[in-house]
């Protein structure tokens, strides 16, 4: 009896799921799983189907990591230079940084200026479907893994910039990707 409501449960919770587009969708299925999982964690037979479900959670979580790390970048001002930052790595980085369309130094000035002001309010801002994750467990581990993401990110970017051979004046960055963490956290 337990089986066939947990299959009917399912397919009716993947066919509602299916009307939304990725973002809703993960968030609506990481609610679904996160009560699925709190009632089968009572009970000791069904760890197998208990780590299926976490590994799906996984899956959506890092859905939703990603749409909050590139939300983040929109929100702070750096998301073209980062675009162009992450373009100019994929073609080589054979020319000097500063010679790249949207990396010159007043456009990287300019977007640091834009990620200061974005600091100073020191409010990290959720995707918007984030808010409707029921467990504050989920919701801190999607927004400490966009952070962690932004902040690889911006660590390369700056690990470039202070290279002389890109042609930037020197200390052009002078962030500390553990402060910003810290912020954002």
């Known amino acids: 009896m337990c089986r066939l409501f947990f299959f009917f449960s399912f397919k009716l919770r993947f066919s509602i799921a299916s009307c939304f587009s990725s973002h809703p969708q993960a968030v609506f299925l990481l609610n679904c799983f996160h009560r699925i999982c709190s009632l089968l964690d009572s009970f000791t037979i069904t760890n197998d189907r208990l780590e299926m479900i976490e590994a799906q959670m996984d899956a959506h979580i890092d859905t939703l990591m990603n749409a909050q790390a590139q939300y983040l970048g929109n929100n702070t001002g750096l998301s073209d230079v980062l675009l162009a930052f992450q373009t100019w790595q994929s073609q080589g980085s054979a020319a000097p940084m500063s010679d790249f369309p949207g990396l010159n130094e007043s456009a990287i000035l300019s977007a640091l200026a ?52 890109n042609g930037y004046s020197n200390g052009i960055v ?12």
């Not at 500390?176 to 963490?181: A, N, P, V, W, Y």
């Open 114 to 165: 834009s990620f200061d002001d974005f600091l100073a309010s020191a409010d990290i801002d959720i995707l918007p479907q984030g808010v409707h994750l029921h467990s504050a467990s989920v919701r801190q581990k999607v927004r400490n893994g966009a952070v962690d993401m932004l902040c690889a990110t911006l660590d390369e970017f700056k690990i470039e910039c202070l290279k002389g051979e």
């Open 174 to 185: 002078k962030w500390d990707t553990q402060q910003i963490k810290t912020l954002l956290l």
